[in-house]
């Protein structure tokens, strides 16, 4: 085999491509959109090498028109799933012993064809089956994806590169094992980049993966599916199961051979998946991994100091951008009194000018809610804020399912600063906003601290730099990306590693190091070139 200490190429951000009029990549994904949008898939279970199909399948449909239906996949039964595990471990030694170079080359291809041949199709799927306008589809499907790939690459290189000191006597070297087992990766709707992120970064670490994607999330996961495929993953290494959620969880944790958790969804869920791994605990084999990624009631601090168009656009896209489904969306926000006018002018303009409809027309800055659960909820949240005595509806209120689930871009003020909607993650196109007084600033950041759960993202708005570092200081553990002057959205890889804590997670910054450490297990070697031969230590001589 060949040897040499290689040198990956130096990961740099994917561009974003303005989607501008008349231009190549606007006229490319508008034709993959109407040829996907015309055809009807068939997406199988993937494991090892067959693609199973089971007969009880399940349609695929576009929640911002959701009686089309662009294809169907099937579900899994037990022994599916637990022959997927079986194809993982059983791929497990030749994927284990392949050189990190080969494994490197195999996620570079991959970043490589979604950068090129894939990007419309990828960015198209985006649009169809999780209703992203191109934007949102662009710096998600295409560019975070593709920085995911790239930046792991380079992470891992450098995680290979920490070495332990040494002297001429004595070699110590550390390497960095795969965990034993498998890992078991559930991806959420919302992030196609995440969807494949999650099982690739195990992967890329020598992993092998069972990866349950989200039902409503299947269009795209196909075509991640076919990326790897096609940039040379080999069979097994990422075993592709869809269906019941419970079953397939109950049957992973209770193998002896679970090694890891990769997740990103709901903080309900991780917190189950956390009990249920330990009630399991005497029967694995190793003490698991567990990483995870969870909810967010991320909040948005205006300073007097602020200006105020920069404020209400942070507003503006961190709430409303993707229909308010990140977890890291602003939906609660402190604004002064003194500016509650101009700022309420300010948005009031600003959302009145968003145009609401199908990602297929570039001038709809929203579009649907992921699903018919979503936006009863949403609504039932509407409209107690309609009725609720502390609690007025200022913008929006309106919503519609009977083509798609369409809800109105919403804001609701509120006297309350502890209101359910100040509190509660909903996941939607809803803000929240509490008006304090100018001379209680410090009390306010007080209450941000103290009113949420969550701990994962917020934003700063303000002129005056005393201000900005007080804030910093006292939220210090209230959120785990903080932005200062900027909407609490957009996370770049390897520029703002990503995560948070409290209910919001294990707080493992996916795109960065410290994510990539998490699936490897680190082993010290000591040599002695020259043993001693006499147990006598100097201290016992007379």
């Known amino acids: 085999m060949l040897k040499g200490f290689f040198k990956v190429p130096k990961a740099i951000n994917e561009p974003v491509k303005g989607y501008a009029p008349d231009s190549p990549e606007k006229e490319a994904v508008l034709s993959a959109y109407k040829k996907m949008w015309n055809a009807k898939i068939d997406v199988p279970l993937y494991i090892g090498k067959e693609e199973i199909r089971t007969g009880n399948t399940q349609n695929i449909t576009p929640p911002h028109d959701h009686k089309h239906i662009v294809g169907t996949?099937?579900?899994?039964?037990?022994?599916?799933?637990?022959s997927a595990i079986s194809n993982a471990l059983e791929s497990r030694q030749a994927w284990v012993n392949m050189a990190w170079e080969q494994r490197a080359a195999i996620f570079l291809k991959a970043a490589e064809l979604i950068a090129g041949p894939y990007r419309a199709r990828i960015n198209a799927a985006t649009m169809i089956g999780q209703s992203k306008n191109i934007h949102q589809a662009e710096i998600d499907a295409s560019c975070e994806l593709i920085d995911f790939l790239r930046f792991n690459v380079?992470?891992?290189t450098q995680i290979y590169a920490d070495q332990p000191?040494?002297?001429?006597?004595?070699?110590?070297?550390?390497?960095?094992?795969p965990l034993e087992g498998f890992i078991y990766a559930i991806t959420p709707f919302n992030f196609t980049a995440i969807a494949a992120n999650l099982p690739a970064s195990a992967a890329m670490m020598g992993n092998?993966?069972?990866?349950k994607p989200s039902d409503s999330q299947v269009f795209s996961a196909k075509i991640i599916i076919e990326v790897f495929k096609e940039a040379g993953l080999p069979d097994g290494v990422i075993n592709v199961v869809f269906g019941d959620a419970a079953m397939i969880t109950d049957t992973i944790l209770a193998s002896r051979d679970f090694a890891g958790l990769h997740f990103t969804g709901s903080t309900h869920v991780f917190k189950d998946l956390w009990a249920k791994i330990g009630a399991n605990i005497h029967h694995y084999k190793t003490y698991p991994r567990i990483v995870g990624e969870t909810g967010g009631k991320d909040f948005i601090m205006v300073h007097p100091s602020a200006n105020v168009k920069q404020a209400v656009t942070g507003m503006v896209r961190g709430a409303f951008e993707f229909q308010g489904q990140k977890c890291s969306a602003a939906s609660r926000v402190y604004v002064p009194k003194s500016l509650w006018?101009?700022?309420?002018?300010?948005l009031t303009t600003d959302i009145k000018s968003l145009k609401m409809g199908s990602p297929e027309d570039f001038g709809n800055f929203i579009t649907a809610v992921i699903h018919e659960g979503s936006f009863d909820k949403l609504a039932g949240y509407i409209d107690r804020a309609k009725n609720d005595a502390d609690a007025e509806i200022i913008i929006g209120g309106n919503y519609d399912k009977s083509i798609g689930y369409f809800i109105e871009p919403t804001v609701i003020l509120t006297t309350n600063p502890k209101y359910v909607t100040m509190k509660t993650e909903l996941f939607g196109p809803v803000l929240t906003i509490y008006i304090y007084e100018d001379a209680h600033w410090a009390e306010t950041l007080k209450l941000i601290d103290e009113t949420s759960d969550y701990a994962l993202t917020g934003a700063i708005f303000s002129q005056d730099r005393y201000a900005i570092e007080e804030a910093t200081v006292k939220l210090q553990n209230a959120s785990g990306n903080l932005y200062i002057n900027d909407k609490p959205t957009g996370a770049v890889v390897g520029q703002q590693p990503f995560g948070g804590a409290r209910a919001s997670g294990t707080n493992d910054k996916a795109g960065s190091v410290l994510n990539l450490l998490r699936w490897v297990s680190p082993r010290t070697i000591k040599e002695v070139f020259v043993s001693p031969e006499d147990y006598r230590y100097p201290f016992l001589g007379e």
């Not at 996949?73 to 637990?82: I, N, P, Q």
């Not at 092998?208 to 990866?211: A, D, H, L, T």
């Not at 006018?341 to 300010?346: C, E, G, N, V």
């Open 154 to 156: 380079e992470f891992m």
């Open 341 to 346: 006018p101009a700022i309420k002018d300010q």
């Open 208 to 211: 092998v993966v069972v990866w």
């Open 73 to 82: 996949y099937h579900l899994a039964e037990k022994k599916h799933v637990e």
């Open 165 to 177: 000191t040494s002297d001429s006597s004595i070699w110590n070297r550390l390497e960095y094992r």
